[in-house]
């Protein structure tokens, strides 16, 4: 069975937007996806890289079409979505959190509530209490997963992840790797998806 | 009947990938395609933009791969292309003999001679002779189009047509405009198909 690696970070919008249409897409041509956390700010440091609002600051109309863009992915495919009013938002809690549901039963819960925290209800989630707060709504194990982002295994974790990302080609999120093929960002899911209906 | 225009320069790769299968995306979705030469070097320099080459130079991985989603795009639409060894080739005559081709009953011939010479045959096409060389090749009246490009009326209407793609929000191509909804980059190809599909 073909298996999508989807790499995220939850600070990342375009992530969000292919969290919410890449299960769809995996179902429809029966690959299985494998949530692949990384830390963002770790893999731009990496490879020398930086976020768009940073790169094209200064390029007259680039932020604005691709805020543009982001609009009419979330019309065209029925998502909602607002602009996290405390962005950016330092993401590591929610990234170790993630390498810690890695496998639990509630893995699916987890990166939905804080995806969707993010990117649906604007929540400042580098707040410890936000976050458990979201935790708790979500009817999640708190103390267990706000202890376990604390721990020096998890924190290991969460660097090697990135590493290993990194050294396997990506550059940025959202990525989606089936084997060595890379596809980066939600402009790529229509290659992608053309590339795994002919493998199946 | 819905008008798509196509904002291009030669010395864009991307834009040559576009333009062979633009005309197809318009015939199937009843639209009609304008072709709108533009100068990228003035719209870098009117909108503080640059070529992906400079800008991410630096970035690890990032030129590798869109070196390999060009591979995709020719590997499934089957284009032929090859990068030019001259690049970057100063394209100025040639966008000003598509100002002066505009409505001449050889306009597309123009335009896929120019976009082969670049991307499918790796000519020096900044060097006079090769252009003259090239035109010839193509049945195209050589001194007629040689001679308009240095025309200050040829030379202005390329200023002009660059200025207004630019107060219109282009700041880079290829880019197709449909009324004032915009799309940039072949990656956009399966956004602007998707709308013109809903619009007819």
Redesign the interface.
């Known amino acids: 069975m073909t298996v999508i690696e989807f790499s995220y970070d939850f600070g990342s919008p375009n992530a969000y937007l292919v969290h919410k249409v890449l299960p769809g897409i995996a179902a429809k041509c029966r690959a299985k996806l494998v949530w692949q956390p990384v830390l963002l700010g770790g893999v731009f440091k990496?490879?020398?890289?930086q976020s768009p609002m940073t790169?094209f600051a200064?390029?007259?109309?680039?932020l604005?079409?691709q805020n543009?863009?982001i609009e009419?992915f979330i019309a065209?495919y029925d998502i909602p979505y607002a602009r996290n009013p405390h962005f950016p938002v330092n993401t590591i809690a929610m990234m170790r959190g993630a390498i810690f549901a890695h496998g639990k039963p509630w893995q699916a819960a987890y990166t939905d509530a804080m995806f969707n925290a993010m990117w649906r209800f604007g929540e400042r989630m580098d707040d410890p209490d936000v976050m458990a707060r979201v935790l708790t709504a979500a009817g999640l194990p708190v103390a267990e997963i706000m202890a376990a982002a604390q721990t020096p295994e998890v924190k290991a974790a969460l660097i090697e992840a990135t590493t290993r990302a990194?050294e396997r080609?990506?550059?940025g999120v959202p990525t989606m790797l089936v084997g060595t093929e890379?596809y980066?960002?939600k402009?790529?899911l229509?290659?992608l998806e053309?590339?795994l209906a002919r493998q199946t």
């Open positions: 990496a490879t020398n890289n790169a200064s390029v007259s109309g680039k604005a079409y543009h863009e009419r065209r990194v080609g990506v550059f890379m980066f960002g402009d790529s229509n290659d053309y590339d």
